[in-house]
């Protein structure tokens, strides 16, 4: 059985373990999932954790800052399970549309937003501080 929460504090261990197999050189950790201010979610199968995302809303502009899935269970649709739960948020928050950042080079995630009807906006250069890369702009009007 598959379902989503919200996340909480007992949830952090797995999920800053995951986060470290994703993102080995500049994980989230615990106190940045708590001090972020944004709505976090995970996703259970069979009440264990296999992916988590972290979402926002401000000013009717829905934001997605991350979606991940644990390596061994990606492409087996949690991602879009997760993505279709955000969108719903963002839908119920009467938002106009949600917007996001993504590595250029991030082919596997430009695809599941674009199989939503996301639309690369611009690039912006060297976005992720951490590592210098670029990203794009996503965004769906909803
Ligand atoms: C991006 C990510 C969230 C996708 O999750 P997932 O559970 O693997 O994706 P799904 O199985 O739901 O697949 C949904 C769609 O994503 C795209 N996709 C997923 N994996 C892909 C791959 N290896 N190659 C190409 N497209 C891929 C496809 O469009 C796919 O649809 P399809 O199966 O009908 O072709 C996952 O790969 C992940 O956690 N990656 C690491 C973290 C990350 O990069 N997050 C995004 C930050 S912005």
Known sequence: MVAIRRMN????????EIER???????????????????CYVLLEDGFI?????????????????ISIRPDKQRQGFGRLMLSYLVN??????????????DVANNRAIRLYESFGFQ?????????????????????RL
């Open 9 to 16: 504090f007992d949830d952090l261990h797995i999920v800053t």
């Open 21 to 39: 197999l994703l993102w080995p050189n500049y994980p989230w950790t615990a106190d940045d999932f708590i001090n972020s201010g944004c709505n």
């Open 50 to 66: 296999v992916g988590y995302s972290v979402f926002y809303v401000n000013n009717k502009v829905s934001f997605i800052a991350n």
């Open 89 to 102: 948020k963002a839908r119920k928050s009467r938002s106009n549309k949600i917007e996001l950042e993504v």
């Open 120 to 140: 690369i906006m611009n690039n912006h250069h060297q976005y992720y501080a951490r590592t210098q890369g670029d990203s794009f702009k996503m965004q769906l």
